[in-house]
């Protein structure tokens, strides 16, 4: 079926409350394990119908954030989430407390009730409105991004339709490009700041009220991390400031000489190669024309699956006027199918943004036949090696995609993956500082943003700009305002990624039937144990950070590097 032909409707809440409780004490009062079980899946039915619905209103609205019905129905499901929280948790809470939770754990193993307790933990009635709050300020971020409208070359253009100018190869025009970009930002500074400052008041509330000592704590328990802590990921950080920027500071030298600019500003790193950065030869339909015989080729697995995304029109993958920014995959359980959404601007990151939500795609009809809901997925770090990996195994057939640009692409995709990996950890230690001192004041966050970028992006050149002078940059990024704690994600799973790029050039097909068992297991298991299951090391295991990063030295410095 395809997406414009699935079914939407407000979800009734009276009546959902009403089959749930009735649910429930079923499985309260459940007489034997079979019966409980029984009770369960009918439960999981119940939330998969929900849950579907709300992610439809979702994906419409972000498709189009000036339409009226779906801003509407966004509305009741910001507003309505909660109370949907608020049930499920009374559904963990008689989980945990199961008089057959051995039998539980025999049939879906130990982390379906690690989970529970978490989500136990980090919910109660009194923090409703609270969260009824949050979801409406997250929402107003969406909108005053989506709403930039901003004047270019006698046009009017999205942000990302301003990315392909600047990359332009013209200084001069990627200096107004990103001008242009800046200028939304600092105008809007003190809406950006407002709603943020909300938001960090309003979770640190959220946090004391539930028990934490403060957000940090129950950030990561909300991100479900049930196999490692703040410790972790600082020992993490510190590997990546001792191993990483050092590389990457090479790295910009090497760049600053290869495209020949005077000066090395901001606007100049996104620019690769003096005769231009590597491009997709076509539009949009010719991509997903070209994808196909790409996935074909990694497997017939993903070659069917990637036909299955196209012929149901399962992606919206074009930027225009009042669409969501950024990129996302969901899922819609009802009819067990993945949806992508993405902003196509005509740069290579066209290429690299639909491999990536392919690979999240794939996971999801891999794990598609779970029947606990929390397995359909995993937690968010190893989702994201499913799709950073993807990035990496599909570069053998990059050619079809780049022509006689491809080793421009596969040596700015590998050099752009280790380089995000200092920014990714900043934006991680800057949530830190952020919920550790929440009554911080905007202007103290700045400062601090200001510091990270010199101990991670020391080779950064504002070209005096003073609202990112003064440390405004991170307003660019929209997981600080939605997602907290969710951007380590990306750098911790960018190592297992590196891991498979390493392993795919060693053994291609031992490398894909690994990351195929890896997107099988779906979130059945915590993320340190799905490494261990695709025969990877862990980004949290002393020297692997060493180990990841000297294989990719060892690369550049030979039959890739680009001089």
Same mark, same amino acid.
């Given at each position: 079926?395809?997406? =414009? ?60 954030? $000036? ?12 507003? =309505? ?112 700041? +407002? ?11 959220? $946090? ?8 940090? +704590? ?111 995959? #969901? ?9 992508? /959404?993405?902003?196509? =601007? ?14 999240? $795609? ?18 968010? +770090? ?23 640009? #491809? ?18 950890? $900043? ?57 907290? /704690? ?78």
């Amino acid at each position: 079926m395809k997406f =414009n032909q699935f079914s939407y409707s407000r979800p009734d809440m009276d009546d959902l409350k009403k089959q749930f409780e009735g649910l429930l004490n079923r499985f309260e009062t459940a007489g034997s394990f079979e019966e409980q079980i029984t009770a369960m899946n009918h439960i999981s039915e119940l939330r998969s119908s929900f849950e579907c619905q709300a992610r439809i209103a979702r994906t419409r609205y972000t498709i189009n954030t $000036a339409d009226d019905f779906y801003k509407k129905e966004q509305g009741f499901m910001d507003e =309505n989430l909660p109370v949907y929280q608020g049930m499920i948790k009374r559904f963990y809470e008689a989980l945990v407390k199961s008089s057959y939770k051995k039998e539980l754990e025999q049939k879906h193993g130990t982390q379906l009730l690690k989970l529970a307790d978490l989500r136990v933990k980090t919910y109660s009635d009194e923090v409703l409105e609270d969260l009824k709050q949050e979801n409406k300020l997250t929402s107003e971020y969406v909108n005053l991004v989506a709403s930039a409208k901003i004047p270019f070359e006698g046009g009017e253009l999205t942000l990302s339709q301003l990315s392909p100018y600047i990359q332009s190869a013209d200084r001069e025009t990627r200096k107004k490009a990103f001008l242009a970009s800046n200028g939304f930002y600092s105008q809007h500074q003190v809406q950006f700041d +407002e709603i943020y400052d909300k938001l960090v008041k309003l979770r640190a509330g959220i $946090a004391r009220k539930l028990g934490y000592k403060n957000f940090v +704590e129950l950030g990561y328990d909300r991100m479900s991390r049930t196999d490692y802590n703040a410790a972790d990921v600082k020992v993490f950080r510190d590997q990546v400031k001792n191993v990483i920027v050092p590389l990457c500071t090479e790295l910009k030298k090497k760049q600053h000489e290869r495209i020949g600019t005077p000066e090395f500003y901001y606007y100049d790193e996104t620019f690769q190669f003096p005769d231009g950065n590597p491009k997709p030869q076509g539009d949009s339909d010719w991509i997903v024309e070209k994808a196909q015989k790409v996935f074909e080729e990694l497997s017939s697995e993903t070659g069917e699956f990637f036909a299955f995304m196209t012929e149901n029109e399962l992606m919206d993958l074009g930027s225009k006027k009042g669409k969501a920014a950024g990129g996302y995959c #969901t899922y819609f359980s009802t009819y067990q199918s993945p949806f992508i /959404f993405t902003n196509f =601007n005509g740069t290579d990151n066209d290429v690299r943004v639909l491999l990536h939500e392919i690979g999240h $795609a794939y996971q999801m009809h891999s794990s598609r036949g779970y029947e606990v809901p929390e397995y359909q997925f995993p937690t968010l +770090e190893a989702c994201e090696i499913h799709s950073m990996s993807m990035e990496f195994l599909t570069y053998p057939s990059m050619k079809e995609l780049f022509e006689g640009d #491809t080793d421009k692409y596969l040596y700015s995709h590998l050099t752009g993956a280790v380089e995000f990996i200092p920014y990714g950890v $900043a934006v991680d230690e800057f949530q830190h500082f952020v919920y550790e001192n929440p009554d911080a004041t905007p202007e103290e966050r700045r400062q601090e943003w200001s510091r990270l970028e010199k101990v991670y992006l020391p080779h950064r050149d504002f070209a005096g700009l003073q609202y990112l002078e003064n440390g405004g940059f991170w307003q660019r990024q929209g997981h600080i305002y939605k997602s907290p /704690f969710y951007y380590i994600d990306y750098t911790l799973a960018q190592i297992c990624a590196l891991q498979f790029w390493k392993r795919s050039v060693e053994d291609a097909d031992g490398a894909w039937k690994d990351y195929d068992r890896l997107c099988k297991l779906g979130g059945s298991l915590p993320f340190t144990a799905l490494v261990k299951e695709a025969g990877l090391k862990s980004p949290f295991t002393d020297g692997c950070v060493a180990e990841v990063i000297e294989e990719v030295r060892s690369f550049l410095g030979t039959e890739a590097a680009m001089k």
